[in-house]
């Protein structure tokens, strides 16, 4: 199916929604350094673009299939002052929606895959969430919603509402739950391996580790802790005062002297990744140091020519970063593009 990309930063929903054999259309972005990237990692050359969305003309919109776009949370993230709907960058949902009013009924896309923050559900009370589902109602979609949690796939702990929209009328398929490999469906996408250098996955049995060697940095005290294993104590504001940090295991370091913070250690997992450097690990020589670039695009599911493109083409740490931090899960997108489906014959009336 085709699809549009909307909000497009650097691609995650592209990448996803590619692995599992749609194509892309169109992409709307204004941040200039994420379309840097973008536009270094995929072939976009004759496609249609955009900057803001609200510039967007919908007569020239491409017909697609699909529309999927992940609008701003700074307005629903629990990290933000939570205005929800009332904010100036959450409300571009509404954005969205007036382009889908001004479409015709059979040029409307058969499926929206939508992204937020986990907020967005009981922001407000749940009103926001409410206003959501009438305004897709009155665009003739029913939805369906499910929070997905990143370290299904990825050694990161990210947990997103993902919701789907289906036009009535078409032969959509029901997408969730997505069923793990052995069985389960609660709010879980099928495991594929874990992370290795080359961004591909695999069966390695230490579970969550992110592998590089560069950038170290002592931003924590450490010390030996018993057993074999190299140790060091994380202080948190619990009953215990600590946690225990092995290889491998994340390091949150943001507001070091914070005295109210908790699971600053991700066991086996990366904390959610930010759009800054929040994050380290513990080398075999007992020393904490800040994840690289390369390993945030990787915990985000990139592979690493993609990084590498988006680095070859300018970008600085701090920008790398940040769009990670900004990205969707790729392999969490395809997990969900590999069910979307629908017959293609009876909406074209051939």
Request: proline share 4%; net charge neutral.
């Amino acid at each position: 199916m085709k699809f549009l990309d909307l909000f497009a930063g650097i691609g995650g929903f592209r990448l996803g929604l590619e692995q599992a054999g749609h194509t892309c259309v169109g992409f709307v972005e204004i941040d200039k350094f994420a379309r840097k990237s973008y536009e270094a990692i995929f072939d976009t050359e004759g496609e249609y673009t955009e900057h803001d969305i609200n510039k967007v003309n919908t007569k020239e919109l491409p017909e697609a299939d699909i529309w999927c776009f992940g609008f701003p949370c700074q307005d629903i993230s629990v990290a933000g002052k939570q205005k929800g709907f009332e904010g100036n960058r959450s409300s571009l949902f509404f954005a969205v929606t007036r382009k889908l009013h001004e479409l015709e009924d059979k040029k409307k896309p058969s499926y929206l895959l939508i992204e937020n923050v986990k907020n967005l559900l009981s922001i407000n009370s749940g009103w926001d969430f409410a206003s959501l589902q009438i305004e897709l109602d009155s665009l003739g979609y029913d939805i369906e919603w499910d929070v997905l949690n990143s370290k299904e796939v990825v050694p990161q702990n990210r947990e997103r509402v993902f919701i789907i929209g289906h036009l009535r009328g078409r032969r959509t398929q029901q997408i969730f739950p997505i069923i793990r490999q052995n069985g389960e469906a609660n709010n879980t996408v099928k495991q594929v391996g874990n992370l290795t250098p080359d961004g591909s996955f695999s069966g390695n049995p230490q579970v969550g580790r992110v592998y590089g060697t560069d950038g170290i940095s002592p931003t924590l005290s450490t010390m030996q802790g018993g057993g074999q294993e190299p140790k060091v104590t994380i202080r948190e504001a619990t009953k215990i005062g600590y946690d225990v940090a092995q290889l491998g295991d994340s390091i949150n370091f943001s507001q070091p002297n914070s005295k109210t913070r908790r699971g600053r250690v991700g066991h086996g997992v990366a904390n959610t990744l930010t759009t800054g450097i929040e994050q380290a690990t513990l080398t075999g020589n007992l020393r904490i140091r800040k994840l690289t670039p390369l390993e945030t695009w990787r915990l985000q599911g990139f592979p690493d020519w993609a990084f590498n493109l988006a680095r070859e083409a300018g970008l600085s740490d701090s920008q790398l970063y940040k769009q990670a931090g900004n990205s969707v899960t790729v392999p969490v997108i395809k997990a969900i593009a590999d069910r979307m489906d629908y017959n293609n014959r009876e909406r074209r009336g051939d």
